[in-house]
């Protein structure tokens, strides 16, 4: 199986900051990346697909790179609607596997 | 819009099984896989398997190979996912997710006596 490797695990950030999150693959997956944010009692929302396609109705604070085996999510500034849980998946190889999550908290 | 409605809470006994539903609105349902995902208590998200509801084809994660069985009526444009012989690790929130973009709002299965 691929290991999606998640850092931070939690991170505590100020509004208006830019904040970075990064997966790391076991293989190579291509651009075959998606970036998920679930609030507390909720379903997980699809944020980036493809590594760096945004996804209907996500605000444009949000975006997807790559670099190599790593893939970043970042929010170029920070609002406080976006503390979540944020998650990677990779969806080249079955099983499709995820990261295990990053929880983003107000400073 | 796109909307996929699942099944109510299930409180169940171990040993048991339990038939979860996912009924999908807003585009052909037969036109998108239809993916399964776990998330136990304060856990992370674990993917099941999926199903495309327009040939029945199917694949599981091999860790819920003999676990979970997916099927689809086409007619009712619902997905069900069954899980037999229940235990409390199979105690969690269970989502189900129209082509990984749009989810349902999760079914909490419960496994106790």
């Known amino acids: 199986d691929i290991q999606m490797t998640q850092s931070p695990s939690s991170m505590s950030a100020s509004l208006g900051d830019r904040v970075t999150i990064t997966c790391r693959a076991s293989q190579d997956i291509g651009n075959y990346l998606s970036w998920f944010q679930q609030k507390p009692g909720k379903s997980p929302r699809r944020m980036i697909y493809g590594a760096t396609n945004l996804a209907a109705g996500v605000p444009s604070r949000f975006s997807g790179s790559r670099s190599g085996s790593d893939y970043s999510l970042t929010i170029s500034s920070l609002e406080s609607e976006d503390m979540a849980i944020y998650y990677c998946?990779?969806?080249?190889?079955?099983?499709?596997?995820f990261g295990g999550g990053t929880k983003l908290e107000l400073k | 819009q796109v909307q996929l409605q699942q099944s109510g809470a299930e409180l169940v006994k171990p040993g048991s099984s339990v038939k979860i539903s996912c009924k999908a609105s807003g585009y052909t349902f037969t036109s998108y896989d239809m993916h399964w995902i776990k998330q136990q208590p304060g856990n992370g998200l674990e993917w099941i398997g999926w199903?495309?509801?327009?040939?029945?084809?199917?694949k599981y994660n091999q860790k819920f190979n003999g676990k979970a069985t997916l099927t689809a009526d086409k007619s009712s444009s619902t997905a069900y996912m069954q899980l037999s012989s229940l235990t409390s690790e199979d105690s969690a929130v269970y989502f189900c997710a129209g082509h990984m973009a749009y989810w349902g709002q999760g079914t909490l299965v419960t496994v106790s006596s």
């Open positions: 199903i495309y509801p327009g040939n029945g084809n199917t």
């Open positions: 998946l990779q969806s080249i190889q079955y099983p499709r596997t």
